[in-house]
Structures are given as structure tokens and as C-alpha cells.
């Protein structure tokens, strides 16, 4: 997770209005890209931890696209903890609107569905 934080703290460092302290796009765009990256890379655990940081400043103004990656990935390949997959498609549809949502959501919906069937099924 530390990967994660580090990558985070770069890219806002250098993208939020008021650090202004570069004016370098391609440090910019670079330091976007190894978040991606990090994003991309992590251990579902990694980003489980780091999706909790998700709602805190600073890291609630990291761009929503790479909030819905990591909410996306913790509910495609994340436990099957209702809980959790509760809090991943939350996640996405905080960032997403209605047909985003469908897309992004889809892998999360399924996995619930299927927990659900699962329980109807020990229950009888």
C-alpha cells in the first residue's frame, strides 16, 4: 500500500491547483501514469486498505476515473464479503452516472447476485 500512498501523494503534490509548484505537464502526466500503474499492480489487499483513504483529503480529489479503478478492481477480485462488494459499488457509483455505472458495476452486481443465490441455496 505504501506504493499506493507514495504514487497518490506525488500525483496530487503536483496536480492540485494550489501546490502549483511545477508547471511541468510531462512530470504531470508521468506522475499520473505510475499511479495508474500502482493502481493497476496492487494486491487486492493494497487497495482495499487504500480505498479507506479514498473518502479523506487529500485523496478524495484524485481524479474519478482512478477512484473507480480501484473501487472496480476490489469488486471484481476482492472477497466474497458482501460487505465489501457493498462498499466497491458504492464506490463506482459515487463516481459513475447510470450507464457508467451498469458497465462498471457490472463484474460487482454478478458477484453479489451470486452470493445471494448462494445463501437462498444453504438456506433451503
Known amino acids: 500500500m505504501l506504493r499506493l500512498r507514495e504514487q497518490a ?3 496530487l503534490q503536483l496536480s492540485l491547483p494550489e501546490a502549483q ?4 505537464p ?4 508521468a506522475s499520473y501514469d505510475n499511479l495508474l500503474w500502482a493502481i493497476q499492480t496492487a494486491s487486492v489487499e493494497a487497495l482495499m486498505d487504500f480505498s479507506r483513504q479514498l473518502w479523506d ?3 478524495i480529489w484524485l481524479p474519478a476515473p482512478l477512484l473507480v479503478a480501484v473501487f ?3 469488486g471484481a ?3 466474497d464479503d ?3 462488494l457493498v462498499m466497491a459499488k458504492g464506490g463506482i457509483a459515487a463516481y459513475s452516472g447510470p450507464d457508467e455505472l451498469a458497465n462498471a458495476g ?8 451470486s452470493l445471494e443465490q448462494q445463501k437462498k441455496q444453504e438456506s433451503n
Not at 509548484?21 to 511541468?24: E, L, P, Q, V, W
Not at 457490472?106 to 447476485?113: D, F, S
Open 9 to 11: 501523494d506525488e500525483f
Open 21 to 24: 509548484r511545477s508547471n511541468d
Open 26 to 29: 510531462a512530470r504531470a502526466l
Open 57 to 59: 483529503r487529500p485523496y
Open 72 to 74: 472496480r478492481l476490489i
Open 77 to 79: 477480485e476482492g472477497p
Open 82 to 84: 458482501p460487505a465489501v
Open 106 to 113: 457490472r463484474k460487482v452486481n454478478e458477484r453479489l447476485e
